[in-house]
């Protein structure tokens, strides 16, 4: 049976669901998603780790915090820092998707001595979705919806009409496919009505710098971000659904460059949520990592 507890961390309280024990393995979600998008995963590996899925700072049951700025990086990855502190880990087996995975790229960039391994799925890394944004008109163009989520409407557009234009921006294909059936609706739709969780994911979107996006002849004319970041030299499985219509396959070209021990392993027929759409490939790729 999967559990549920609360850590204090980083001046916050994390809401996390866990099942088993052994060594810790943690899974983070993305935008608008919330721990229950790893319920399988929590399942499987809970089996023979410590599987533990924290709702994100701002979002579902855990803390909210209203400025903007409390959503910069260098808070989210000290959350994941001192959740493993919190559960008694030096070391730990990282897994994360979307705005998650966003996270985790700059945790291993940065915290590397904590992760024995890296898992990443549809989150591009930081250098290359900065040169997609810069050099690609078409990841500008797949990418603006981040404009209206960035927007002060956003939560009014998002939420009118019982959620309606979030569920079909989100997970349009999902429901008409029966991915999701009418609890997992229903599931998503508690979730976002938790008093400021839909601004509290928003606020990733507020606080990071698109000027890429929003100005890319301006950002041209600035040092590039590989300039700045440190190499992942940790082992790193990268799971990419192709048919991700928000992050082009562009963001993985040349992913080694950064990622020296990495290993891609492509989805054809699955997109940004291939981890809904595909829970035992999921699954089976991230243990075949693990050997």
């Known amino acids: 049976m999967i ?130 944004l810069r050099e690609n008109p078409e990841q500008r163009k797949a990418s603006n919806y981040m404009l209206l989520f960035r927007s002060p409407e956003a939560e009014a557009r998002l939420s009118d009409n019982g959620y309606s234009l979030l569920l079909n921006m989100a997970f349009g294909e999902l429901i008409k496919n029966g991915v999701l059936n009418d609890e997992d609706i229903q599931g998503y739709k508690k979730a976002w009505s938790q008093p400021g969780a839909l601004t509290g994911g928003l606020n990733y979107y507020r606080a990071a710098d698109v000027e890429a996006l929003e100005n890319p002849e301006e950002a041209v004319k600035k040092p590039a971000m590989a300039e700045s970041l440190p190499k992942i030299t940790l082992p790193v499985l990268v799971i990419w659904g192709d048919r991700d219509v928000a992050l082009l396959q562009g963001c993985i070209r040349g992913l080694e460059k950064y990622v020296p021990k990495l290993s891609l392993k492509r989805v054809s027929d699955a997109s940004h949520w291939v981890v809904r759409e595909k829970p035992l490939l999921v699954n089976s790729l991230i243990r075949g990592f693990l050997l």
Request: proline share 5%; aromatic share 18%; net charge negative.
């Open 3 to 132: 559990e549920h507890a609360f850590a204090d961390v980083n001046g916050i309280k994390l809401h996390y669901a866990y099942k088993g024990r052994g060594p810790l393995i943690i899974f983070l979600h993305g935008f608008p998603e919330f721990w229950y998008m790893w319920k399988d995963q929590l399942e499987e590996f809970g089996r023979d780790h410590l599987a533990v899925a924290p709702d994100m700072r701002g979002y579902n049951l855990s803390s909210k915090p209203l400025e903007v700025g409390q959503y910069r990086y260098k808070y989210l990855v000290e959350d994941i820092r001192q959740l493993v502190e919190f559960l008694g880990y030096k070391k730990f087996v990282l897994v994360a998707h979307d705005w998650g995975g966003a996270v985790a790229w700059i945790f291993a960039m940065f915290y590397p001595n904590y992760l024995d391994r890296l898992v990443i799925i549809n989150a591009p890394h930081p250098t290359t979705f900065e040169r997609e």
